[in-house]
Structure formats: structure tokens, C-alpha cells
């Protein structure tokens, strides 16, 4: 009983002294928040060594063109802006809405969400890992019914701060499970927005092997699932960061493949999808994630794998 106690206690304290920390920040202009991940960026390439490796590694995947100095560069760039949108999440969360909406200097594609309903369908919006996903989702949720699955924080202390920093603007945050499935479709099936990350790596059985800048990445086959059951049109959805300014919203048309009832088509259309949304700006996609990790444990005692061998 004591020690239940005291990792709760810890857990507690950790988890106080963040929202704490969010709650500063939201004070703090976007200038100056940029200015701080500006020191951020070259330090974490120069001490963590596991997000330096990912990320140039990545990087050398992605662009075999670039030379060593330009992937270094990049690399230095992404960490730069990752640790952006960590020091902006007291912003999207905690700061005054009029804030917040004051910081979105400009909406690019929105006709392509309002075509939709109109057309009296539901619109899945795929959100990657791209600038400030937490602005878009304070967006989309000021303007439309809005529905996300949602899975707690490790530090589940944690867990009311953020879910209400995402639902405060009307988001409706559902489990990541066949319920928060079906909560989609029923969103969908009223002519209302979801959001989907099309970059998060799925568990085993609920993906399929798709090229992702032309290697084979696992990916989620939920899309077609719920598109072949609404009829819903597909758009992806990025807050783009101005540094020091702040955002623009992009609605890109996905891929046309996205609509294929074949899950390995699908899954090539939503990462072509991610890939176009990319090039918006390369050095802001979150580059640390391991986004080819299973095609190595699937494929680890081929030799042309060995290269990564620390995934």
C-alpha cells in the first residue's frame, strides 16, 4: 500500500510540474517560443543520440540524393521544429482561444471540406506527424463536428490535462478500440469530420506493407474500412508553421488510391497522401519516429535489411 502511494505521488508531481510547464508557455508569444527550439534543436542532435539516428537515417532513406552535410542539416532543421510544436503545446491547449485563432494566419483548401457535406457526406481528414497537429485539431474542431480516437498518455496523470486541451473546443475524443471505431462511422454517417493519423505504425494484423517514399512501410488499413462503409471523401489536413508567426491550415486532395477497395492500394494512396503534405516543408514532419520498424522485424534475416538493424 505504501509504495502504490509513492509512484502515485511521483506521478503526480511529474505530471503537475508539465502542466505547469504547458501553462507558462501558453503565456509566452510564439516568437519567443521559436527563439527557445532554436537553442533546442542543435542540442538535442548533439546529446540524444537515438533521435540523431533516427531521424538522419530516416532522412538518408527518404532522400538518397542528399549529401551527408544536407541530411545533417535537415535532420538539424526537423529537430528544430519537433522541439517547436513540444514547447507549443501549452498554446493549442491552454491559451485563450482568441489566441490561438489569432495565430492561424491563414486556411488554404477549405472548400475541400465544405464541398463534402454539402454533398452530404463525411469527410476523414489525414492528419500526419506535420507542424502542429494539435493547432489542426483546434481548427477543425472551432468549425465542424469533429471526432478523433484517442489513447491516454503514459503518464496517465496526465490524461484530463490533454483530453481537455483537445475536446475544449468541441472534439470528441473516442478509444482506440472497435467502439472508438464505431463512433467514427456513426460521425461519418452524420456528415461529420474525423481525424485518422496515417503515420502511426498499426499493431499486427491491422495493417498492411505499403511504399512509403519507396520502402515499404506498415500501414494502417482502417481508411478503406470506413470509406467503403460512408462513402466519405478524404482530405489531408496540416498546420503548417510560420516560425515566429505562426500557422497556415492545408487541405490537400489525397491520393485518388485511397478510395481502393483493396487495402494495399489504400495504404499506398494514404502514404503517397503523407508524402505530398510533406513537401510542403520536409523539416517539419517528425522524422524521429520509426516509421519502417516492422518491415525490419518482418524482414530482419534478409541481408539488405542489415543496415537497419537498429530498429
Not at 176 to 193: D, F, H, I, Q, Y
Not at 280 to 304: F, I, M, P
Amino acid at each position: 500500500m505504501t509504495q502504490q502511494t509513492g509512484t502515485t505521488s511521483g506521478r503526480f508531481t511529474k505530471a503537475s510540474a508539465i502542466s505547469w510547464l504547458w501553462r507558462q508557455l501558453s503565456r509566452w508569444p510564439l516568437t519567443r517560443l521559436w527563439r527557445i527550439s532554436s537553442a533546442l534543436g542543435p542540442l538535442i542532435y548533439l546529446t540524444n543520440k537515438r533521435e540523431r539516428w533516427v531521424t538522419e537515417r530516416n532522412l538518408s532513406v527518404v532522400y538518397p540524393d542528399l549529401s551527408t552535410a544536407e541530411c545533417k542539416t535537415l535532420a538539424q532543421h526537423s529537430l528544430r521544429h519537433s522541439a517547436a510544436t513540444m514547447l507549443e503545446l501549452g498554446h493549442a491547449w491552454m491559451a485563450e482561444p482568441h489566441k490561438v485563432d489569432a495565430s492561424i494566419l491563414a486556411v488554404f483548401g477549405r472548400d475541400k471540406l465544405d464541398n463534402a457535406r454539402t454533398d452530404g457526406r463525411g469527410v476523414i481528414v489525414l492528419a500526419p506527424h506535420f507542424g502542429n497537429w494539435e493547432v489542426l485539431n483546434f481548427w477543425l474542431s472551432s468549425h465542424f463536428p469533429f471526432t478523433a480516437m484517442y489513447e491516454p498518455p503514459k503518464i496517465i496523470d496526465l490524461d484530463p490535462v490533454i483530453r481537455h486541451g483537445r475536446e475544449r473546443m468541441g472534439a470528441s475524443l473516442v478509444p482506440t478500440n472497435p467502439r472508438g471505431v464505431a463512433a467514427l462511422l456513426k460521425a461519418l454517417k452524420r456528415s461529420e469530420a474525423i481525424g485518422i493519423l496515417p503515420d502511426q505504425e498499426p499493431d499486427w494484423g491491422s495493417g498492411v506493407f505499403a511504399p512509403f517514399f519507396g520502402r515499404d512501410a506498415y500501414t494502417a488499413t482502417l481508411l478503406p474500412k470506413l470509406v467503403a462503409r460512408t462513402q466519405a471523401r478524404v482530405v489531408t489536413g496540416v498546420a503548417l508553421r510560420v516560425p515566429g508567426k505562426g500557422f497556415e491550415i492545408h487541405f490537400l486532395e489525397a491520393d485518388e488510391r485511397v478510395y481502393s477497395d483493396d487495402d494495399v492500394q489504400s495504404a499506398t494512396g494514404v502514404n503517397a497522401s503523407v508524402e505530398a503534405a510533406i513537401g510542403l516543408d520536409a523539416a517539419q514532419y517528425q522524422w524521429e519516429y520509426k516509421r519502417y520498424r516492422k518491415v525490419v522485424q518482418e524482414q530482419q534475416n534478409l541481408s539488405n535489411f542489415r543496415d537497419f538493424r537498429l530498429y
